[in-house]
């Protein structure tokens, strides 16, 4: 009986074990099998973080005008007769765009001139009877009066005459013609506009808290939506003396040069006036940082022990400033030197193993779309 109790004792204590070491072999299989799933290296591209010089800028919007520019119209009512212009000539000061009929206007000069001679001719015929005494001062005095009244009209017909012609007061390009040869146009009417395109100006505001880094002849860069990836560089020229009450903004107004007429009148412009003296900022790409809802991240490289490649990816949280082309200045967070990831990132998490491969980097120019003309 007791040897039967022994063996029935030994034979469940083998299947104890048995179960034991089952178990034990399953364990090791598990880390084993999960030592195998580990994240393989992700390939990402880098860049150094760098130590450059930074213009800090202010951003505006405002307008295209012209140097000069005005709806063009006459004072007087009339016919036009003749029209010397098309649409979008350019024309020179005091050249005569169109002419309303003025034939009984002219008739009427000619008239109050022959008035006016003869008013001359008694004048000095009367002078001539005065030497001898033939006259009194009175009619000398008569006569003088009559000739400058007989002027007067004559300048003032003329007044009424020269109305009736549309010159070009100053140089520039003019736009679409909107009368019509025999048309009969009332005083006031707009004949045509006329706009002088070089130079050409862009107002635009900017906060009072400028006001102490802007002045005359600072350099401004413009872009407008017309002309993507250019632009152009002109000058402040002018500053308004006062700040609007309302905005607590201030007017300014820059100055370009316009050769090719590829700005006008109206247009609405991105103004970008350099203030300040450089500063020296840490910059990355902006391909680098990643949105986070605690705040911007970078990856950063760094050698680690035990990696299969020796390289490993940190996360760390930045703080970055302003932007300029493709670069973002980063204030905190990161040292000049870093390894930066640039591409790649989205498949990183903190501790990641990762191989290095530059062949193809995001662009990291400063002023990827700036063209000067």
């Excluded at 500053?239 to 903004?249: E, L, Q």
């Amino acid at each position: 009986m007791k040897k039967r109790m022994i063996l029935m004792l030994a034979a469940v204590a083998l299947v104890f074990g048995a179960l034991y070491g089952f178990q034990l072999f399953k364990a090791s299989m598990i880390r084993q099998a999960l030592a195998s799933l580990r994240d393989p290296p992700q390939t990402v591209a880098t860049t150094a973080a760098a130590l450059t010089s930074w213009q800090s800028t202010v951003k505006a919007v405002g307008s295209v005008r012209a140097e000069a520019g005005a709806d063009l119209a006459l004072e007087s009512s009339g016919t036009v007769a003749k029209i010397n212009f098309k649409s979008g000539d350019e024309v020179r000061e005091g050249q005569v765009l169109l002419q309303l009929r003025d034939d009984q206007e002219v008739a009427n000069l000619a008239a109050l001139k022959a008035t006016a001679d003869v008013s001359a001719i008694i004048l000095n015929r009367d002078q001539e009877q005065l030497k001898i005494h033939a006259v009194s001062q009175a009619t000398i005095d008569s006569d003088s009066a009559n000739l400058k009244k007989a002027l007067a009209q004559v300048t003032e017909q003329q007044a009424v005459v020269d109305k009736k012609t549309l010159k070009a007061p100053f140089s520039g390009r003019l736009g679409i013609r909107s009368v019509d040869l025999g048309q009969y146009v009332s005083a006031g009417t707009t004949v045509v506009t006329l706009q002088s395109l070089n130079p050409i100006f862009i107002d635009f505001y900017l906060p009072q808290q400028a006001l102490a880094e802007v002045k005359a002849g600072q350099t401004v860069k413009a872009t407008v939506d017309t002309y993507p990836g250019h632009a152009f560089e002109g000058t402040v020229t002018a500053i308004s003396p006062k700040v609007d009450a309302a905005s607590r903004n201030v007017q300014l107004r820059a100055e370009f040069r316009n050769d090719d007429h590829r700005l006008t009148p109206g247009m609405f412009a991105t103004v970008e006036v350099a203030v300040g003296a450089p500063d020296e900022l840490v910059t990355v790409p902006q391909t680098a940082v990643t949105a986070n809802p605690y705040g911007d991240i970078v990856f950063v490289v760094e050698k680690k022990e035990g990696s299969a490649t020796g390289l490993a990816a940190r996360q760390v949280f930045v703080k970055t400033g302003a932007t300029r082309g493709d670069q973002v200045a980063v204030t905190s967070g990161i040292e000049p030197g870093d390894q930066i990831v640039v591409a790649g990132q989205m498949k990183l998490h903190n501790g990641s193993q990762v191989s290095v491969n530059n062949a193809v980097t995001p662009a990291d120019d400063p002023a990827p779309t700036i063209v000067d003309r």
